[in-house]
């Protein structure tokens, strides 16, 4: 298996002084599902953000599918696709019509994208609503035009930002199983979380960040062989911050 994300010693800081985001490396593998787990402010956005290609300013490397971010951010953006917490999608257009713009963008053959979509707004029950406007959907619905249009050119690398927050039940596992379809094709995911529980039945590797900085990091088999994931980010949390107090 090769890489399609690999992230070298990645440093970010907004003011130039404390770190948001502190010397973090991982790597994610064709076929893997990789989480990213911490607590709200802990530097998943932040890291996100960057491997996405928002975030521009830091130390370090980010490679996707063997090319560097920095030095080929367009090849790279075409191999990726990537949802926000909160996507933004055009308000004034319908939803196939959003989803179509799209598979534009990434020139996904008529009948290919025909029969994705198709597959996928029967999965998520919204086919007969993709002739309404975006304007009209619940946030729900809007993330289920989101996933469809993230999903439809099969990208090399997904990114997800807390992706399962605002589905239902029934739409959450349309979405688990179309994350395992994709990366069974060769694809790898990268997204974040705090909801232990889904990361642990889900993901092929975790890695758990606090303030910044990575606790730990490994395969999901190992780190709960013995403890439930739970077990495992509560233990090293508690250590991390008092290493933290102790200035060890």
């Not at 980010?62 to 080929?72: F, H, M, P, R």
């Not at 055009?90 to 959003?98: A, C, L, S, V, W």
């Not at 534009?104 to 993709?130: G, H, N, W």
């Not at 013995?226 to 250590?239: A, D, N, P, T």
Request: include cysteine.
């Amino acid at each position: 298996m090769s890489a399609v994300l690999e992230i070298k010693d990645f440093t970010k800081s907004y003011d130039g002084q404390k770190p948001a985001v502190d010397h973090v490396s991982l790597t994610v593998e064709e076929g893997e599902i990789f989480g990213f787990i911490g607590h709200n402010g802990a530097g998943k956005s932040t890291t996100i953000k960057s491997v996405v290609g928002i975030l521009s300013t830091h130390n370090g490397e980010i490679t996707v599918d063997g090319k560097t971010l920095w030095e080929a951010k367009k090849e790279c953006q075409k191999k990726m696709a990537y949802i926000p917490d909160n996507p933004d999608l055009y308000e004034y257009m319908t939803g196939i019509d959003y989803i179509n713009f799209i598979a534009d963008i990434y020139e996904v053959p008529s009948e290919e994208r025909t029969q994705r979509i198709e597959k996928m707004a029967d999965a998520f029950e919204i086919k007969e609503q993709l002739g309404d406007l975006i304007s009209s959907y619940s946030h729900g619905m809007k993330q289920k035009v989101a996933l469809i249009s993230a999903f439809v050119h099969q990208p090399k690398l997904l990114v997800l930002d807390e992706p399962f927050v605002g589905l239902d039940p029934k739409a959450s596992a349309v979405l688990k199983k179309l994350m395992r379809e994709l990366c069974d094709q060769g694809s790898g995911i990268f997204f974040s979380t705090h909801v232990l529980e889904v990361a642990e039945k889900l993901c092929d590797k975790v890695a758990m960040i606090d303030h910044g900085h990575i606790v730990v990091s490994g395969r999901i088999d190992q780190l709960t062989k013995e403890k439930s994931l739970e077990e495992v980010f509560l233990e090293q949390l508690e250590l991390a911050r008092e290493q933290v107090m102790t200035g060890a």
